[in-house]
């Protein structure tokens, strides 16, 4: 099992930046790829940004390609994912995951693991 935290969701303008983080404890950290979703009212859950185990590969929607940065930091047992040039569009609860299973890194059914979740909320 992994246990999954997640923090720094809060209230921002549109232009600014918000620095999420998700603190693993349980299993080894560095085993398991990492990504963020997220979910906004009456939508579905959306992916957001992936990162393999050592950090090496990452990937993100295209929908903030440049905008946001994923990263993690093994020794902390942490994930990251800076964001930056927030939109209003970027509102959602995002959750982070790890992935245990063989499966598309896009797709939430194959992560094992998630967080509870931090608002962002994004506004005009």
């Known amino acids: 099992q992994v246990q999954l935290v997640e923090s720094g969701g809060g209230l921002v303008q549109a232009g600014g930046s918000l620095r999420l983080s998700c603190a693993a404890s349980?299993?080894?950290?560095?085993?398991?790829?990492m990504g963020w979703f997220r979910q906004a009212p009456g939508k579905d859950s959306e992916f957001v940004a992936h990162?393999?185990?050592?950090?090496?590969?990452?990937y993100y929607a295209d929908s903030v390609k440049g905008r946001f940065s994923i990263s993690r930091d093994n020794a902390k047992n942490t994930v990251y994912l800076q964001m930056n040039t927030l939109k209003p569009e970027d509102t959602a609860v995002y959750y982070c995951?790890?992935?245990?299973?063989?499966?598309?890194?896009?797709?939430?059914?194959?992560?094992?693991?998630w967080g509870q979740g931090t608002q962002v909320t994004v506004s005009s």
């Open positions: 995951a790890a992935k245990a299973r063989v499966g598309s890194d896009y797709e939430a059914r194959s992560y094992d693991y």
């Open positions: 349980g299993r080894t950290f560095s085993n398991y790829p």
């Open positions: 990162i393999s185990w050592n950090g090496g590969i990452t």
